[in-house]
């Protein structure tokens, strides 16, 4: 079989990482597997078969309109925060894949004007889609706002749109290009959480279609407790004696649903008064570190301020780290969360989304009533006061990780998808 990835990027974030390292461990397995993104597509050997002039091409044209996108979305106010897509610019992408020798195209993050909502509802190939965010089933919007939000249940309609939102209601717009397009019984989705599948099941655009749950992978040629980092406390200017914490994400400083505002109460509240005490924040972009740096180190602890991390350098973070602490509002999958328990460090996280799936509450860590803040930081300081019971919830945590998340589990569950699609006598 000949399996082709499209991807808006092949690295950066958390939808990308995932994407990437399944068509890398796709090929590892036997499976010939392609990945096409903006910059170009890499065959099965990990070479890049488009010239240097197209791939500049490509990604300057996505770029132009990228923000004409943006200029149309600014005439849509909502209290939505979530990034939005509006994938309304032509595609030439389907004439291209279906004229393809690949048997099976799997979508990934598709959005930001890689392809558009009617090519996709183009392509004649078999199709699998994961569910990296919930853009799939609901408007402009990649998530809803909040639980009440039910447009994306009963359609989008002028009478059930939020009474504050003004301009443009340009998630009905691209809701109904979707229904438009789309039939969505002829694809096969991916959901990488059973939060993710229920949503999409709620839905109305995809309440019919064939979902899956099949989990990232969480790479254990990293993520491991076996890793030696002995050096890095001593880089990082960190006493060996501190207890360390850490929060993090790909935009930790920009994403306000990742938590970074939580620091500071971490900061107050759970730092032991009685030992040596350091906080971890990395994913910073460089612009914001030395603020961040000159503003949480205005306290008496230890707080290190990181970029976006290489797997290696995020491993030997997590392999220091005695907790690592997930304040995210929604995550469709938990990557973060996954890879510190494959540590076999601790996660502390809010009790929603794919983070339900990902953190066995008093077993691999705790999840705590979201978004309460107060039990949070009880949850924290209870971890960090008993040592024993860390060192318990990291040997479990890291056995469950590699019981659920390794390369080798996901791998065979995808085969297994794309071998139905092949071979059981589903049609498009």
């Known amino acids: 079989m000949s399996i082709l990835h499209l991807s808006h990027s092949n690295f950066g974030g958390g939808a990308a990482n995932a994407a990437f390292l399944l068509h890398q461990q796709l090929n590892a397995a036997g499976i010939q597997s392609y990945f096409r993104y903006l910059g170009g597509c890499l065959d099965p050997s990990g070479n890049c078969s488009t010239r240097k002039a197209r791939r500049l091409v490509n990604k300057c044209g996505n770029l132009s309109m990228h923000y004409a996108s943006r200029a149309l979305l600014a005439l849509q106010r909502d209290s939505n925060s979530h990034w939005h897509s509006l994938s309304c610019f032509p595609s030439r992408f389907d004439n291209e894949l279906n004229k393809s020798h690949h048997e099976i195209i799997h979508l990934h993050w598709v959005q930001s004007e890689f392809i558009s909502i009617e090519a996709i509802g183009r392509l004649k190939k078999k199709v699998v889609w994961t569910l990296h965010d919930s853009w799939a089933y609901c408007g402009a ?3 809803v706002s909040h639980a009440s939000d039910s447009r994306f249940r009963v359609g989008y309609k002028r009478s059930n749109r939020d009474k504050n939102a003004i301009g443009l209601d340009l998630d009905r717009w691209c809701w109904e290009r979707k229904v438009r397009s789309w039939d969505a019984t002829r694809f096969t989705f991916i959901a990488p959480s059973s939060w993710s599948l229920n949503q999409a099941r709620e839905s109305r655009l995809l309440k019919e279609a064939d979902i899956r749950i099949i ?19 001593e880089r990082l200017n960190i006493s060996k004696k501190a207890f360390i914490v850490t929060i993090g994400s790909a935009y930790l400083a920009t994403d306000k649903n990742k938590g970074l505002d939580f620091a500071e109460t971490i900061l107050r509240e759970c730092m032991s008064d009685k030992r040596p005490s350091a906080l971890i924040l990395f994913g910073v972009a460089k612009r914001f570190i030395e603020d961040l740096q000159n503003k949480y180190n205005a306290s008496e602890q230890r707080v290190v301020v990181l970029p976006y991390l290489e797997k290696e350098s995020l491993a030997e ?19 973060i969360a996954a890879e510190a328990q494959a540590c076999g460090t601790p996660v ?8 339900l799936d990902i953190v066995e509450d008093g077993n691999t860590g705790e999840l705590v009533e979201a978004f309460n803040e107060a039990k949070f930081v009880r949850a924290i300081r209870r971890l960090s006061d008993n040592p024993d019971i860390l060192s318990r919830m990291g040997g479990q945590a890291r056995e469950r990780a ?13 085969a297994a998808v794309y071998s139905d699609l092949l071979h059981g006598g589903m049609s498009l």
């Not at 989990?215 to 406390?233: C, G, K, Q, W, Y």
């Not at 780290?321 to 938990?334: A, Q």
């Not at 502390?348 to 983070?355: D, H, P, R």
Request: charged share 15%; glycine share 4%; net charge neutral.
């Open 402 to 414: 590699h019981r659920l998340f390794s390369s080798r589990v996901v791998v065979s569950q995808h």
């Open 317 to 335: 973070v997590f392999t220091i780290s005695d907790l690592v602490v997930v304040p995210s509002r929604l995550e469709s999958f938990g990557l």
């Open 215 to 233: 989990p990232n992978i969480v790479d254990n040629t990293f993520f491991s407790a076996s890793r030696d980092s002995t050096n890095l406390r």
């Open 141 to 143: 919007e990649h998530h």
């Open 348 to 355: 502390v996280a809010y009790q929603t989304s794919g983070l």
